[in-house]
């Protein structure tokens, strides 16, 4: 619960008029750089002729803030910093957590070119819905598999106390 809680607050900062254009302007180049190098790296013809713009396959994409995943990322850094493990279990557990969102944001991006490509209508619907969804399931099941030996642990320590 501290985690979303501090998830929330760190999101309301984010949005804050005075550093939210900063802010947008990281998040944004931040994710633009990362998918054009993702992209190139896998032989995708992608492209940016102009920020915050990209091209995939012939498919022109704006990037705006929620398209780079901010959201889970700081999720995942107070989900995993503030679990109830040593601190090795949570440093790697943070590092799955960041190169997970990491490599599926930068998928989404070289996939949604394609579908947008060849149709409009399930771009929308897969860019609203499905990926949102597949976000927060793989957040779940590392958070799952990452701690699935701790849970007695925590229900036995809270009963000791």
């Known amino acids: 619960m501290i985690a979303v809680l501090l998830w929330i607050i760190t999101i309301m900062i984010l949005h804050l008029p005075?550093?939210?254009?900063?802010?947008?302007?990281?998040?944004?180049?931040?994710?633009?750089?990362?998918?054009?190098?993702?992209?190139?790296?896998?032989?995708?013809?992608?492209?940016?002729?102009?920020?915050?713009?990209?091209?995939?396959?012939?498919?022109?994409?704006?990037?705006?803030?929620?398209?780079?995943?901010?959201?889970?990322?700081?999720?995942?850094?107070?989900?995993s910093l503030l679990s109830p493990v040593k601190w090795k279990q949570r440093i790697i557990t943070l590092l799955i957590f960041?190169?997970?969102?990491?490599?599926?944001?930068?998928?989404r991006f070289i996939t949604m070119g394609y579908i947008g490509k060849h149709?409009?209508?399930?771009?929308?619907?897969?860019?609203d819905y499905l990926w949102n969804i597949l976000f927060?399931?793989?957040v779940f099941l590392i958070w799952a598999w990452r701690y699935k030996n701790t849970w007695g642990v925590v229900k036995d320590s809270k009963v000791r106390e």
Do not use: W
Not at 23 to 42: E, P
Not at 46 to 75: H, K
Not at 119 to 127: D, E, G, N, W
């Open 136 to 138: 927060g399931f793989m």
């Open 18 to 79: 005075g550093i939210k254009n900063e802010v947008q302007h990281f998040f944004v180049k931040f994710t633009l750089d990362s998918a054009l190098g993702f992209g190139k790296l896998l032989f995708i013809p992608i492209d940016s002729r102009s920020f915050p713009n990209i091209t995939v396959s012939g498919y022109n994409m704006e990037l705006i803030m929620e398209c780079t995943a901010y959201n889970f990322y700081i999720f995942v850094i107070y989900l």
């Open 119 to 127: 149709s409009a209508h399930l771009f929308y619907y897969i860019h």
């Open 98 to 107: 960041l190169g997970a969102v990491f490599v599926v944001n930068n998928m």
